[in-house]
């Protein structure tokens, strides 16, 4: 069957956007891969072949990367029907040299070998930058992170308040606020101006986003000072949880700091899953469960991340109608082909065009960046084919310029980059 032209040109003028990444994992001290093992050991990875059979064995930390990798290989032939392994496949063609269409367990050692030559360049990350073309990427920083020791107007810190809101309780997680911080905890006073500190010193540190992930029956509420002094050595953190969630979303109103939303996530449900292999969703999240935040708080930008498809009309109806809500990327169990051309056909039918942060990688190391992104981009396109150029909405020019608009231009806008 003949190449879709259209679809190919449109694909191709995309790939010319440069980049900025709103969402990773990326560890900025070590933000390549050093060997295959750590391209394979993504959750992605380890998840599809202990589904298909793999037993968690090879995964033991003792067991030598080669090993490992040989074993995860050996397995691909059962899920060399997903969108990850063509992620695989892209990052083996671009990064090293791979010509063939379908990996053998044969090749196992020889991408290793290969892998772990090329990944020992000392320019190696520049090159992946300069492969993916890639600007800036946002992390995934802990409220204790130093912020030290790294380009900040590359790697762009984002605080992430997991912990802060959903750990109080613990006292290691009070210590590492005194720490941080130099303030203890003993009241809502000293609650507010412990965050307030991590809050200025990111802000110092060049951050553009505060970030959570949080679980399907989570609400947020604002709790009067008496009510958080009489729990503050409570033993359930979710007594306090949605009070601590409400002064972060202050502090993101006093910093004009866009707040990050990542609904819906069930954690541990597969209890004896591979490593970051545990994680699900179920059907009991609603975006009404924010509605109470989302009008408190009209200057604070949510871009909201819904864990399923299913969600995606309602996370589409609340951006239609509240403005300061943003649908952000295709995460996770969404972040395949499929679900993205559905959830992004809805989103951009109906959203703004000047709301819809298109994509994030979500990657741990910096080679994913670029066969996600293309991922996206080839769906992207042909969207964009389908629903707007052959109907005669747009030219072929002005559907790369709305294309450039979810890909990096709303990024740069409502992040401020």
């Given amino acids: 069957m003949p190449a879709d032209t259209l679809v190919r040109d449109l694909t191709a003028a995309l790939a010319e956007i440069p980049l900025i990444d709103p969402h990773s994992h990326i560890d900025p001290l070590s933000p390549t891969s050093r060997s295959l093992d750590d391209i394979l050991g993504y959750h992605y990875y380890t998840e599809l072949a202990h589904s298909a059979g793999m037993s968690q064995a090879p995964l033991a930390e003792e067991v030598p990367a080669r090993d490992r990798v040989r074993e995860i290989v050996r397995h691909m032939d059962r899920y060399d029907n997903t969108a ?42 520049k090159q992946v930058f300069e492969k993916t073309k890639l600007e800036k990427i946002f992390l ?49 006073a000293t609650l507010r101006m412990a965050i307030a500190t991590l809050f200025l010193h990111f802000t110092r540190k060049g951050a553009k986003a505060c970030a959570i992930s949080l679980p399907p029956d989570f609400e947020p509420a604002h709790y009067d000072d008496e009510y958080i002094y ?22 993101c ?14 954690r541990k449900v597969y209890a004896n899953g591979v490593y970051q292999g545990q994680d699900l969703f179920d059907q009991r999240t609603s975006l009404l469960q924010y509605r109470r935040v989302f009008n408190a708080f009209p200057e604070v930008t949510f871009p909201v991340s819904v864990l399923t498809s299913g969600q995606n009309q309602e996370l589409v109806a609340y951006s239609w109608i509240f ?33 819809l942060v298109g994509y994030y990688s979500d990657a741990y190391k910096l080679e994913f960046v670029l066969p996600k992104y293309a991922m996206y981009r080839r769906v992207l396109a042909g969207v964009l084919a389908d629903e707007f150029v052959r109907p005669g909405v747009l030219s072929e020019t002005g559907a790369v310029a709305l294309g450039t608009r979810l890909l990096r231009d709303n990024v740069r806008e409502i992040f401020k980059v």
């Avoid at 009489?230 to 502090?251: K, L, M, N, T």
């Avoid at 679900?339 to 959203?351: C, F, G, P, T």
């Fill in 253 to 266: 109103r006093e910093f004009r700091m866009p707040f990050d939303l990542m609904i819906g996530v069930n």
């Fill in 84 to 125: 990850q392994y063509s992620w695989f496949i892209d990052i083996a063609r671009t990064f090293l040299g791979f010509q063939g269409t379908r990996l053998t367990p044969a090749d196992a050692d020889r991408l290793f070998d290969v892998a772990e030559k090329t990944f020992a360049q000392k320019d190696w990350e």
């Fill in 140 to 188: 995934t920083n802990e409220f204790d992170d130093p912020l030290m020791d790294f380009d900040t107007s590359r790697y762009v810190p984002c605080l992430r308040t997991d912990t802060l809101v959903f750990h109080l309780d613990r006292p290691d997680t009070r210590e590492r606020v005194l720490k941080a911080t130099g303030i203890k905890v003993v009241d809502a």
């Fill in 323 to 355: 403005p300061n809500v943003v649908p952000n990327g295709h995460w996770w169990y969404s972040n395949i082909p499929a679900y993205i051309r559905k959830d992004l056909s809805e989103r951009i039918q109906a959203v703004p065009k000047t709301k």
């Fill in 230 to 251: 009489e729990q503050i050595r409570f033993h359930d953190c979710r007594d306090i949880a949605p009070g601590v969630f409400w002064i972060v979303a202050e502090f």
